[in-house]
């Protein structure tokens, strides 16, 4: 069993950056393939970002060049550093882990955090 914790949401201007963290309990991150999705009001939630098993990086194209995802085995913890946020980009975050070896889709993911709140204001 995994569990995952959200940290580091919050309100921010347009234009600002936040660094979201996933604390997981149990297995190693590095078994996994961990992926941040987001789901705002009225819409599915969706796919931002994945760190494979091997380390392969994966992006929705809305959020190339300004969203970095990461990992620490040693914390293991999963990062989301978000910049040039808009606000668009309101949304709750989730972390989530796949016992696959690659996962992009919401049906591959096995575990899941309860989300945390980010929110841009124009």
């Known amino acids: 069993q995994v569990q995952l914790v959200e940290s580091g949401g919050g309100l921010v201007q347009a234009g600002g950056s936040l660094t979201l963290s996933c604390l997981s309990s149990?297995?190693?991150?590095?078994?996994?393939?961990m992926g941040w999705f987001r789901q705002a009001p009225g819409k599915e939630r969706e796919f931002v970002a994945g760190i494979m098993r091997s380390g392969s990086l994966y992006y929705a194209d809305a959020m190339k060049g300004r969203f970095t995802i990461s990992r620490v085995n040693a914390k293991n913890t999963v990062y989301l550093q978000m910049n040039n946020l808009k606000p668009e980009d309101t949304a709750v975050y989730y972390c989530a882990a796949s016992v696959l070896t690659r996962a992009t889709m919401n049906r591959n993911y096995d575990y899941w955090g309860q989300g945390i709140q980010v929110t841009v204001s124009s």
């Open positions: 149990g297995r190693t991150i590095s078994t996994y393939a």
